[in-house]
């Protein structure tokens, strides 16, 4: 269905696309994963025109989108965008919104365009919102009403832009399930996303894009569990570990706990291994260790890590300074309430350096 050939993208000061090749299928749901910076929204932009290569070409169906602005306004009706900031018009009743372009540039009546968004914005939970504006609407609610207005069109392919990292956790559920619905209906789909559970469950197959290219492709077995390339098996590790380092007694505390919060939901982990890794954190990383360790010069690392699945889970704490073991000599309460359903913890010390370990 779509088909690219060394897409190339050049900016005054950077060049986000250097050699991307690759052929979609129709039905595939593919997923563009990779670190930030290296070129994914850009290759979205690229396939819909709203950004021109520098280089290479594109075909839609076996025609090359590029060969004139008339074949950009076709290729636009035949794939839809949904964007990570929504761009719904705020003027607008989502009903209004979702109508403009079927009457428009589709030519349907009025009173089509109404029953199609109705019967659209009931798919999606969203009936009961159809004449308010949008900041009347929650991000959760908003981006489904923006993925209705691209529905809208018929579109035969729709291209997602990180559709969830505007919003809040809590908000992130809800609009993946309404593109996992879309994936079982058998549309075409390429989503650029840092939802990796998400990606693994929904894709067909995933694109891992770094160096301007990509850079490995395969299913979602082939590339979380079994990636061939250095880049990619340094990425996917990365995905199951949080890092911190505190460096100050007046570390941002709540930034922190809100950080390791984001990473157990964005695995899919219980709450009660979240409230494990949020105890470790604040009865022995905060309250045992921080305090014995001097003001100048303070470091303490702490890592959190899961398989995937989350079957397993640990954490590690490591610091400088002299030999110093929390489970023996630390606040007796602390190091229980930390301890507490856990399977092992292990302390060790070598040339100066602090280290324990906890599983769960």
């Known amino acids: 269905m779509i ?35 290296t ?19 594109i075909f839609l169906e076996g025609v090359n989108i590029y060969q004139d602005p008339a074949t950009i306004t076709k290729v636009r009706q035949k794939m839809g965008m949904v964007f990570q900031s929504f761009n719904l018009f705020s ?43 949008p900041d009347e609407l929650s991000g959760g609610q908003q981006q489904r009403a923006a993925i209705v207005r691209a529905l809208a069109m018929r579109p035969e392919i729709l291209l997602f832009d990180e559709p969830t990292s505007a919003l809040d956790p809590t908000m992130v559920g809800e609009v993946l399930a309404v593109i996992r619905n879309l994936a079982g209906e058998g549309l075409t789909m390429v989503i650029v996303t840092h939802e990796m559970k998400f990606a693994r469950d929904v894709s067909s197959r995933v694109f891992y894009m770094d160096q301007g290219i990509i850079y490995e492709e395969g299913t979602p077995e082939d590339i979380f569990d079994n990636p061939q390339k250095q880049r990619t098996r340094i990425f996917v590790k990365q995905l199951r570990n949080f890092h911190y380092d505190i460096e100050s ?67 590690t704490m490591r610091w400088e300074g002299k030999r110093f073991n929390p489970l023996e000599e630390g606040d007796e309460l602390a190091v229980k309430i930390a301890l507490a359903k856990t399977e092992t913890a292990g302390y060790s010390y070598e040339n100066t350096s602090n280290l324990i370990s906890i599983s769960f």
């Open 39 to 57: 070129g994914k929204s850009t290759f979205l932009r690229c396939l819909n025109g709203l950004e021109k290569p520098s280089s290479g070409e």
């Open 3 to 37: 088909e690219v050939r060394h897409l190339r993208k050049e900016y005054p000061n950077v060049i986000p696309l250097t050699d991307v090749n690759t052929s979609i299928s129709k039905g595939e749901v593919i997923s563009v994963i990779g670190p930030s910076g």
């Open 91 to 133: 003027h607008l009743t989502i009903i209004e919104n979702t109508m403009m372009a079927p009457i428009d540039l589709l030519g349907l009546s009025r009173q089509e365009a109404y029953d199609e968004a109705i019967r659209l914005l009931k798919s999606v939970g969203l009936a009961e919102k159809a004449k308010n504006y």
């Open 249 to 315: 007694r007046d570390f941002d505390f709540v930034a922190v706990a809100n950080s390791l919060a984001e990473f157990t939901y964005r695995h899919a982990l219980s709450p009660a291994q979240n409230l494990k890794f949020q105890q470790i954190f604040e009865e022995m990383c905060v309250s045992v260790i921080l305090p014995v360790l001097p003001d100048s010069g303070m470091f303490l690392s702490f890592d959190a890590s899961c398989a995937e699945g989350g079957e397993a889970c640990e954490v």
